[in-house]
């Protein structure tokens, strides 16, 4: 019987091929460099956002830990406000699918409703500060613009908070009749107007002097008043009412 050439055996093929790297899985790292248990022993400020990404996430892929998989997605997304803006829509990243996902943008809603309790829970507000911080996270990472409304009582209390107009990257028309509609439905005695600048500049524009001024009147004609405007960009966010622009 006819033989062919010598061949390497197939296990000498498997010894001589190269090991491919794996990173070591969080569960064999040392108890004291695991975030799970930096998280419980020091608190949430001394883990990194990757740290306590990773523990939202609870695992990364093969061959890639939670943390490594959070820097990707810190990465592909460009900072953490943008991941959070809108974690649905960051451009893919291994081992992070739709439940991962879910995770974040149901995280960041509890956060928002967090702010929202702590607000409605203050005595009355006393300063633009006192709502700046909800405002804030509310508006400012959005791509497209919204006009906003907290509505307040006699004793400047929150009744409520609701986005009344969405426009895209360059503005959103904010009708005043609708405004007043929505201070009647929520049987307001005052409001604080908000808005977010995608562009990340707070700066008030000429439009947005004319509508606040559109609006102060329309709302005056019915014993409401208007409280302040803030403006929500990068940054603290700008009182029209602080720069005496009301």
């Known amino acids: 019987m006819k033989h062919g050439p010598d061949r390497p055996s197939a296990v000498r093929d498997a010894s001589m091929a190269p090991v491919a790297f794996r990173p070591q899985p969080i569960r064999q790292w040392a108890s004291h460099d695991r975030p799970r248990e930096r998280l419980l022993t020091h608190g949430a400020a001394a883990l990194s956002d990757a740290e306590l990404l990773a523990v939202l996430l609870g695992n990364g892929s093969v061959g890639c830990d939670a943390v490594a998989t959070s820097r990707a997605l810190l990465s592909s997304a460009g900072s953490l406000g943008k991941l959070l803006a809108d974690p649905g829509h960051v451009a893919p990243v291994a081992g992070v699918g739709p439940v991962k996902r879910a995770r974040l943008m149901a995280t960041l809603e509890l956060a928002r409703r967090a702010l929202g309790e702590g607000l409605v829970d203050l005595p009355r507000l006393e300063s633009p500060r006192d709502s700046a911080q909800y405002l804030r996270a509310k508006l400012c990472h959005l791509p497209y613009e919204v006009f906003a409304c907290l509505f307040l009582d006699t004793r400047h209390r929150v009744l409520a908070y609701e986005q009344l107009f969405r426009g895209t990257i360059d503005g959103a028309s904010v009708y005043p009749r609708e ?31 004319d509508i606040t001024r559109t609006l102060v009147d329309a709302l005056g004609l019915m014993e409401i008043r208007v409280l302040d405007h803030m403006i929500i960009g990068q940054g603290e966010p700008v009182s029209m009412a602080e720069r005496g622009l009301l």
């Open 179 to 209: 405004v007043v509609r929505a201070c009647l439905r929520h049987h307001a005695s005052a409001v604080i107007l908000a808005h977010n600048h995608p562009s990340g500049v707070a700066e008030p524009s000429r439009a947005d002097r």
